[in-house]
Every structure is written in structure tokens, then in C-alpha cells.
């Protein structure tokens, strides 16, 4: 099983649309999460960080799920701006280890 | 604002040559990365480093090492390029997992 997974996508959808992507980690000690957006041929920046009790920012919502080792990220009202690639991260095995998923592709059109 | 800065943007080196990326970060941080990204398979740790002279293996430290003799500098080190190291790399700088701040990476060429 994959340190962090998360579905390729992409995930096609109109302006206005609701989407979520959800990511699963495998070790089961891993304390700090968050999500990432990267565009295209950029850096990767911080979107946001989840906690246990989930977290808004917006139009952004963030879950975890430490029973089925998962977290989500939610985008309400989809901008053409939010087209971008989603990656999760994982801190390892109670590490300073951080580890990326391969990111879940949205491509939102008008 | 953090920075962290890549020596390079665009390397292009030959088979066997000795490459080194350097990297550097404004903030004072404990902890640096290296990561390389390639199509499809996400950023894959390389080498990270939480102090000066610390280091510990990222999931792919084949063919690769680093040093970290400053705590702003950390600089990776192909000790002899091949052509499947052909990648973009990147490197971020944080304090003890809390977000990390990226450099806007090096496209590496191994040719």
C-alpha cells in the first residue's frame, strides 16, 4: 500500500459545482496533514492545514478521518481560478518526514 | 515573506558528471527537503535534513546525497548523473511539520 494515495482525476467540473477529493495514508502514527495546490509548472503552496475537528477557509473545507485514515478537502461554488492540481501530505510514522501524495488534477470549466 | 532560493532553474548536465543543486532559505528553519517530482508520480522525498549536519534518507536517496553544513544551505549532490535522473527538482524549507515553503525548482537534464 501507497504511503499517501489519492485519485489522479481529473476531476472535470462546471463553475459553481461542489467537488471533493478524499486521500488515504497508511501509517497510522502520522499527526500533521494538509493539503497543497500546485499550478501548472509552479511550486507547490500550502492551501491549507486540516485538524482533527476539520477546518473552513472559505469556500474550502478540510476533514480527517482518523478512524478510516483518510482526509478530504472540499471546494464549494468552483472558480475557474481553483483549476489547479491538489496534493495531499503526510507527516510519517511521527516524523518531521513529510510525504506527498501524487496530487488529484481539477480542471473546472465555464 | 520566506524564501528559498534554487541556484539554478534550467541544468543541463552529461552522463557521469557530478551535479550539485544548492538551496537556500531566509526564515531560519529547522527542517529542509529535497524532493524530486516527475509526471505521475507525484514528489517523491530524496534526502531530508532537521539540523545542521542531519540528515535521514527521503524514499529515494539512490544515487544521491547531501549536505547540510549551514542551517540556511542545504545542497544535494548527484555524485554521478544518469539519464533517469532527469527530473524536476525541489526544495522546501519549514519548521517541525508545520507548512513547508517551496523553492521554484530545478529542471535537471541529464543528457
Known sequence: RKEVEQDPGPFNV?????VAFNCTYSN???????????DCRKEPKLLMSVYSSGNEDGRFTAQLNRASQY???????????D????????????????????????QVFP | DVKVTQSSRYLVKRTGEK????CVQDMDHENMFWYRQD???????????????????GDIPEGYSVSR??????SLILE????NQTSMYLCASGQAREKLFFGSGTQLSVL
Not at chain 1, 28 to 38: C, L, P
Not at chain 2, 80 to 83: C, E, L, P
Open chain 1, 14 to 18: 462546471p463553475e459553481g459545482a461542489t
Open chain 1, 83 to 106: 483549476s489547479a492540481t491538489y496534493l495531499c501530505v503526510v507527516n510519517w510514522d511521527n516524523t518531521d518526514k513529510l510525504i506527498f501524495g501524487t496530487g488529484t488534477r481539477l
Open chain 2, 80 to 83: 554521478s548523473a544518469s539519464t
Open chain 2, 19 to 22: 551535479v550539485f543543486l544548492e
Open chain 1, 28 to 38: 497510522s502514527a502520522s499527526q500533521s496533514f494538509f493539503w497543497y495546490r500546485q
Open chain 2, 69 to 74: 553544513e549551514k542551517k540556511e544551505r542545504f
Open chain 2, 39 to 57: 509526471p505521475g508520480l507525484g514528489l517523491r522525498l530524496i534526502y531530508f535534513s532537521y539540523d545542521v549536519k542531519m540528515k535521514e534518507k
Open chain 1, 71 to 81: 482526509i478530504s478537502l472540499l471546494i464549494r461554488d468552483s472558480k475557474l481560478s
